[in-house]
C-alpha cells in the first residue's frame, strides 16, 4: 500500500450490524472416521509428495491421505460430506 491511512477520532459514517453468519466450532469439525495403516511407497513418489508439502507448508502425509480420498470419493457410490 502506497498510501497512507490517516485515523481520525471523528464519525466512521453509516454503518450496518448484521446479524452472526457464521457456524459455531462444532459444526467446524469434520466427523471422520480414521484407520491407521502401513503402506510401502517407492522413494521417488515420498519424495515428490514431500515436495508438494513443503511448497504447501504442510506434512507430506496430508497430501498423500488428500490424494488417497480425493480418489476413493471420485469411484465412490456414495457422495463425500
Known sequence: ?????????????????ISDFL???EQ???KETNVKV?????KDSVDFF??????NKIQYQK???????SYADSFSHKKAV
Do not use: Q, W
Open 23 to 25: 457456524p459455531s466450532p
Open 63 to 69: 497430501v498423500i491421505r488428500g490424494l488417497l480420498n
Open 1 to 17: 500500500m502506497k498510501r497512507k491511512i490517516r485515523y481520525t477520532d471523528g464519525p466512521i459514517g453509516e454503518y450496518k450490524v
Open 50 to 55: 514431500k515436495e508438494i508439502a513443503k511448497k
Open 28 to 30: 467446524l469439525i469434520k
Open 38 to 42: 502401513t503402506i510401502n511407497l517407492r
